[in-house]
């Protein structure tokens, strides 16, 4: 089993661009996450997902939005990034919430 | 303001040492999780805490949840270079919330 992947590792955007990051768990798992994990902030929700074709947002869901078409899949997109949204992203899932969650290695995104 | 503040936000020891690193919070959780971040990678469950004054241990790590389930603690005897990373501790609400961690360095 893989686990919980991401693509892309690292990634350079210029401001106004878009781009979409792809989170994928083969665990079966229902519920999905997107955090980005800034220094001295910790892991923030983005968005999160309870089930295929649902999502929620989180704490910080402004400029982001996802979707979760398939159940083992849940992107992240970024319709015109901003210099605010350098960061690095994980992507997680659990069997329900609250309950423990798998990360995956983080996309490294730096937007100039 | 974050939900759950953790301290030290850095701590560098040498090996051997004994340390304990706090998570504290001013809202009840129904469940405390503490994860371990090496870098490079995401985070690692360690421990789940539900009951309040649950003592959990892990080895040379021990976990305490509070009385009043607001709080956590991580205690680590005679620390080892291999326990160097970032501890993250996450309240579970109404969703997951995580404090910034505690960078840990353990000197050989």
């Known amino acids: 089993n893989a686990g919980v992947t991401q693509t892309p590792k690292f990634r350079v955007l210029k401001t106004g661009q878009s781009m979409t990051l792809l989170c994928a768990q083969d665990?079966?798992?229902?519920?999905m996450y997107w955090y980005r994990q800034d220094p001295g902030m910790g892991l923030r929700l983005i968005h999160y997902s309870v089930g295929e074709g649902t999502t929620a947002k989180g704490e910080v869901p402004d400029g982001y939005n996802v979707s979760r078409l398939k159940k083992q899949n849940f992107l992240l997109g970024l319709e015109s990034a901003a210099p605010s949204q350098t960061s690095v992203y994980f992507c997680?899932?659990?069997?329900?919430?609250?309950?423990?969650?798998?990360f995956g290695p983080g996309t490294r995104l730096l937007v100039l | 303001t974050q939900l759950l503040e953790q301290s030290p936000q850095f701590l560098s020891i040498q090996e051997g040492e004994n340390l304990t690193v706090y998570c504290n919070s001013s809202s009840v959780f129904s469940s405390l999780q503490w994860y371990r971040q090496e870098p490079g990678e995401g985070p690692v469950l360690l421990v789940t805490v539900v009951t309040g004054g649950e003592v959990k241990k892990l080895k040379r790590l021990t976990f305490q949840f509070g009385d009043a389930r607001k709080d956590s603690s991580l205690h680590i005897t005679a620390a080892q270079p291999g326990d160097t990373g970032l501890y993250l501790c996450a309240g579970a609400i109404n969703d997951m919330r995580f404090g910034a961690g505690t960078r840990l360095t353990v000197k050989p």
């Open positions: 997680a899932s659990s069997w329900v919430g609250q309950e423990t969650q798998y």
């Open positions: 665990m079966n798992h229902e519920y």
